[in-house]
């Protein structure tokens, strides 16, 4: 059965952090974008495998997530 997980990654200052917004205890870095996509796909392999060890049960894969913008004003006026 093919499971479909959403990635997030940040910017970090020495390259990328990658996690599943679904199954957050997913998470790795990587020195650049790329990299941590592969490390993010592995480390979500081994945590699939962990988990039918241990008889878990595996964190759906069916969230909704969606982007709400918000305007935020970048310069504060002085009182």
């Known amino acids: 059965m093919l499971y479909n997980y ?8 020495h390259g990328y952090m ?23 796909r592995d480390a979500l392999r081994e ?6 060890e241990l008889g878990k049960e595996i964190p759906p894969h069916s969230a909704l997530f969606e982007q709400l913008p918000v305007e935020v ?7």
Request: charged share 25%; net charge negative; with cysteine.
């Open 73 to 79: 004003d970048l310069v504060r006026k002085s009182a």
């Open 47 to 52: 945590m699939v495998l962990a988990y039918q």
């Open 18 to 40: 990658g996690q599943l917004m679904e199954w957050p205890e997913v998470v790795t870095e990587g020195a650049d974008l790329d990299e941590c996509r592969i490390l993010l």
């Open 6 to 13: 959403t990635a997030k990654y940040t910017r970090l200052a």
